[in-house]
């Protein structure tokens, strides 16, 4: 990572090397520059100050991996299903996965730091040996505005009845800095797997009834 430049060297070279220019036409009179509005003040090396405390984390060859960010813990995805705990066997059963961007504060090689980790994908396993691979963690079925039952880029059709277990795991990429610099990406991704929900697949029995139930509330199948 190289931080080395986000920063000016504002001491001046008037005479005197108290570091600013002189003014007012010879006189004594020293006036300090103003800094603008991107200018950052820099150390004697004419690098930002974090450098002066940090050099290794200034060097342009740095490369930080994820081994080095280990102690940085990303949150795992908390997962959904609709209908909530129960499937039909045939239907397909819609899964939500949720995660969110995250910035978490540690030291990275011994100095003060942020990781900030964003979703890029989720990987599905649905607990009867299927799996898929989604962009998002998909969205509810009122919220996508389909019907009910309604396959979406998320859901799973059981086809034998039993009890499962669904997970969900999500594929992070990760970046750092240091001193509230410039992000710098970390080569690769890491998957964090949310705790397992269970699912209960149950079969379902369609039944013919002469009018529907409001009228007939007593019909069959009412």
């Not at 930002?48 to 080095?68: G, K, Y």
């Not at 997962?79 to 059963?93: F, I, K, N, Q, Y």
């Not at 979406?152 to 610099?181: M, P």
């Amino acid at each position: 990572m190289d931080l080395i430049g986000q920063g000016e060297n504002v001491s001046g070279g008037g005479a005197g090397g108290d570091g600013f220019e002189s003014v007012g036409g010879g006189t004594d009179a020293q006036t300090p520059p103003v800094l603008g509005a991107e200018e950052t003040p820099a150390n004697d090396n004419g690098q930002p100050p974090e450098c002066r405390d940090a050099p290794d984390v200034c060097d342009p060859e740095l490369v930080v991996t994820w081994s080095d960010i280990a102690s940085f813990r990303a949150s795992a995805p908390t997962l959904a299903m609709e209908p909530a705990g129960w499937a039909v066997r045939g239907l397909p059963t819609n899964f939500v996965a949720a995660a969110s961007v995250e910035v978490i504060a540690g030291r990275l090689l011994n100095f003060p730091a942020e990781v900030r980790f964003t979703p890029a994908g989720y990987a599905w396993d649905y607990g009867d040996g299927s799996t898929r691979y989604s962009a998002s963690g998909g969205a509810s079925w009122s919220a996508t505005g389909v019907a009910e039952f309604a396959e979406t880029s998320t859901s799973h059709v059981y086809t034998t009845r039993g009890d499962f277990a669904a997970t969900v795991a999500v594929e992070l990429a990760a970046e750092y800095r240091f001193g509230g610099g410039a992000w710098h990406s970390i080569a690769g991704s890491i998957r964090v797997a949310g705790a397992a929900s269970p699912v209960a697949v149950k079969s379902a029995t369609t039944v013919l009834v002469a009018g529907n139930c409001l009228e007939q509330p007593e019909g069959p199948g009412c």
